[in-house]
C-alpha cells in the first residue's frame, strides 16, 4: 500500500507558478511511475504528466507541455509539479497517483493507477 498526500495548492494570479508537492509514504516509491491528474468542476478528471520510476522519463498532456514541469526525488519519496505560466484554465483540484507499471502507453488513462492521494486545489485567477 502507498498512501500519498498532496500539497502546495493556493489561489495565485494568471502568469505566477506554483509548485506543488506529493509525499508518499508506504510501499517502494521508487518502484512506481508517478502521475499527476487534475479535476475541474463538472469536467473529468484529466491527465497532466507522468514521470518514470528513474525520474529520466516523463510525460505531458498536451495542455501544460512547456508550462509545467513533473520530476521526483526518490530518497524523499517526493514528487512535484512545477506549474509555470499559470492560466485560468488550469484551475482545478490536482491529484497525484501511482502506477506499478512502466511509463508508457497507458500514462493517461487514470484507471491504470493503483494509488491516488486525496488532491490540493489550484485556482488561477485572471
Known amino acids: 500500500q502507498v498512501q500519498l498526500v498532496e500539497s502546495g495548492g493556493g489561489l495565485v494570479q494568471a502568469g505566477a507558478s506554483l509548485r506543488l508537492s506529493c509525499t508518499a509514504s508506504g510501499g517502494t516509491f521508487s518502484s512506481y511511475t508517478m502521475g499527476w491528474f487534475r479535476q475541474a468542476p463538472g469536467k473529468e478528471r484529466e491527465f497532466v504528466a507522468a514521470?518514470?520510476?528513474?525520474?529520466?522519463?516523463?510525460n505531458y498532456g498536451d495542455s501544460v507541455k512547456g508550462r509545467f514541469t513533473i520530476s521526483r526525488d526518490n530518497t524523499k519519496r517526493l514528487l512535484y509539479l512545477q506549474m509555470n505560466s499559470l492560466k485560468p484554465e488550469d484551475t482545478a483540484v490536482y491529484y497525484c497517483?501511482?502506477?506499478?507499471?512502466?511509463?508508457?502507453?497507458?500514462?493517461?488513462?487514470?484507471?491504470?493507477?493503483?494509488?491516488w492521494g486525496q488532491g490540493t486545489q489550484v485556482t488561477v485567477s485572471s
Open positions: 514521470i518514470s520510476w528513474s525520474g529520466i522519463s516523463t
Open positions: 497517483a501511482a502506477k506499478a507499471r512502466p511509463l508508457g502507453w497507458d500514462d493517461t488513462s487514470r484507471t491504470r493507477y493503483n494509488y
